[in-house]
């Protein structure tokens, strides 16, 4: 079923891909993001069955950044939606030159 | 190495597999931001389910309690927060030709991660067959995971208390707001 899993991944992936690049709403690119890291983490679990458990410890450390950032970027996204009341990115062009 | 697998094995897997990308997609294509958060959710229930399939009973469980349960309830709950279901906010989508090069990049990058996991395995690196279901035996589904995590991983592991600590105090400034300063 490796190559089935990787398979699925891939797609998912793809899908995560697609939606940073298309949407606009900051939340929904942070969710993709997480659906991306949902990929590499079927990736990790299907690869530990061929060389052991050190896989499922690194999806165990991706979950823990995924919170981290979770925090920390729905906090970032709180705070700019004070400023701007939105959370348009095409209202969000501060760091455009 | 050829391997045979049960056909409920693998009717249930392509089945999980099917609704973790029917659901990604309804995803991404959703408007109302609310909607696209609980079908994520669905996403990672089957996930979860593929998780188990593939023989990380621990990682399925941490699946549901901490991605569907944790992390999606922060996201729900700043959704809603924020109120983000108004129209002005909710034509989001890009424009058609944004829209076409993300095809184009997503099709691109699909077709060179299929063209990867075709390469397979390198077993001269895999573990015996039949090494993780002896290891599953001896230590149970969590022991499997914790003896590796507090051995080899365990300086990554600390590191990773550190992460969590300054992400907990990123979260608190970021969210101060301006009027306690002045005070």
Known sequence: MLAESLALSAVLFTIGVIGVLTRRNAIIIFMCVELMLNAVNLTFVAFSRYYGAAGQVFVVFVMTVAAAEAAVGLAIIIAIFRHRHSVNLQNINLLKG | ?183
């Open chain 2, 1 to 183: 190495m050829p391997e045979h697998y049960p056909l409920f094995y693998t009717f249930h897997f392509y089945f999980f597999g099917v609704i973790a990308i029917a659901s990604a997609i309804a995803f991404v294509t959703r408007k109302s931001p609310v909607a696209a958060a609980l079908w994520l959710v669905n996403t990672m229930f089957a996930l979860s389910a593929e998780y188990v399939l593939l023989d990380a009973q621990f990682i399925g469980v941490m699946q549901v309690l901490v991605y569907a349960g944790a992390i999606m309830v922060v996201f729900l709950f700043v959704i809603m927060l924020l109120n983000l279901g108004h129209p002005s906010e909710i034509a989001d989508a890009r424009g058609k030709v944004p829209v076409f090069v993300a095809t184009l990049i997503g099709i691109g990058l699909l077709s060179e991660l299929m063209a990867t996991s075709r390469s397979g395995v390198a077993w001269q690196y895999a573990v015996p067959w039949g090494f993780n279901a002896e290891q599953m035996g001896k230590y149970g589904a969590v022991g499997t995971i914790a003896r590796p995590l507090f051995n080899e991983y365990l300086l990554a592991f600390e590191l990773t208390s550190v992460l969590l600590l300054v992400a907990i105090a990123g979260a608190v400034v970021l969210g101060r707001r301006r009027e306690t300063d002045a005070r």
